[in-house]
């Protein structure tokens, strides 16, 4: 077993611009031609290394820019000096050092995980209770506004094994919505389909095409309205026999206890990237559960070492029972940063069993993809 008194000694950060394949509309924003995420590199005196992305959405959790600034001005000097073992106290500090900007801390609690983790030789799931499951049924979001390209990529999850898809909807408008719908219920019976409107409906439409989608039997139906609107969540929530989840309505356990408080669904969406780290994830998929709540690990527009943070974090949480969305590396990007590829099999994510997150992104093409970076000479 490593040294985890030993002091961290690096701290490098780089801004990435990545290509993706197509433009994926949800119903507050679209993304097209690149998104954007920040990666976070660790270094221990006995140089050792770990790694943490972000991985913000400007109309969702926040920018590039202040995730950048909040890593590089107001939590580097958390970390530079610090213990790699003290991952619970520098949380507890980074917390209150800079507000909001849960997408910074994600990434520096992965990087803290997979550095203790290198260090100890154990994977990160090790590190946050134990592995309750060796794989996890993959979703893939079908959210290109020209439906005949995410028709080419049905065939191509259908040839891979995935066998969960999540239909994005609300962003142009609900004859478009249902047509979807009344394709993949012909087309792929032997899909299961979710639904998800990323808050685009006003309260005015969400209750009629709300029940129009109902009567297609999703798993689920997530976020029709926005995510201060808790009285028509819970609203559309008594009027159909879907599960309602929430997403944007719940980001860290605060959100949570209101939201099981107030009724306002009957699952969520756990994101480290909206609750501020893997740890604070776990804590939301727990009260859910404790109010009779489900919980499912959905992600952001991420590459391959976010997907690995989340497949840790549900590997180590019996809470999060309905799969997870990690696709993007595999389906969206261009090119993902890993040095191996993220691993899929048969429509599952593979849990990783190498030390730290089991994998690490490739120096070069971070060096290639930045347009912003702060590495120590």
Request: aromatic share 6%.
């Amino acid at each position: 077993m490593g040294n985890l008194t030993q002091k961290i000694i690096g701290y490098d950060l780089w801004h990435l611009e990545l290509p993706v394949t197509s433009r994926r509309d949800h119903g507050i924003g679209s993304v097209e031609g690149v998104c954007e995420v920040v990666v976070l590199r660790l270094k221990s005196e006995d140089g050792s290394e770990g790694f943490g992305e972000a991985s913000p959405w400007s109309v969702f959790t926040g920018t590039p820019e202040a995730t950048y600034a909040a890593l590089d001005r107001y939590l580097r000097p958390l970390v530079v000096g610090a213990r790699v073992g003290d991952r619970s106290a520098i949380m507890a500090r980074a917390a209150y050092a800079v507000a909001h900007c849960t997408e910074a801390k994600a990434a520096l609690e992965t990087a803290l995980l997979d550095l203790a983790g290198r260090i100890s030789e154990v994977p990160v799931w090790s590190l946050l209770g134990g592995r309750c499951r060796e794989a996890i049924p993959l979703s893939c979001s079908i959210a290109n506004p020209d439906f005949a390209q995410d028709i080419d990529l049905l065939a191509r999850l259908q040839a891979d094994g995935v066998r969960i898809v999540k239909l994005k909807t609300g962003f142009k408008d609900h004859a478009f919505d249902i047509m979807r719908l009344e394709y993949l219920a012909q087309n792929h019976p032997e899909i299961s389909v979710r639904v998800d409107y990323n808050q685009g409906l006003s309260v005015e439409e969400a209750p009629a095409q709300v029940r129009d989608v109902a009567q297609f039997a999703p798993d689920f139906i997530e976020q029709p309205v926005r995510a201060h609107q808790f009285s028509m969540m819970s609203r559309l929530r008594r009027m159909i026999d879907v599960p309602l989840l929430a997403d944007e309505s719940v980001f860290g356990p605060e959100d949570m206890e209101r939201a099981a408080r107030e009724g306002i669904c009957d699952g969520v969406s756990v994101k480290i990237m909206k609750s501020g780290g893997l740890a604070r994830g776990q804590t939301v998929a727990r009260i859910a559960a404790a109010h009779g709540l489900t919980a499912y690990g959905g992600d952001m527009f991420e590459a391959g070492l976010a997907h690995l943070a989340g497949t840790h974090m549900i590997a180590a949480t019996p809470e999060i029972t309905l799969g997870c969305e990690f696709y993007q590396a595999s389906y969206f990007l261009k090119e993902d940063i890993l040095e191996n590829p993220f691993q899929v099999s048969d429509g599952q994510v593979v849990v990783p069993d190498g030390p730290g997150l089991g994998n690490r992104p490739d120096v070069n093409k971070l060096e290639h993809y930045a347009v912003a970076k702060a590495v120590a000479a």
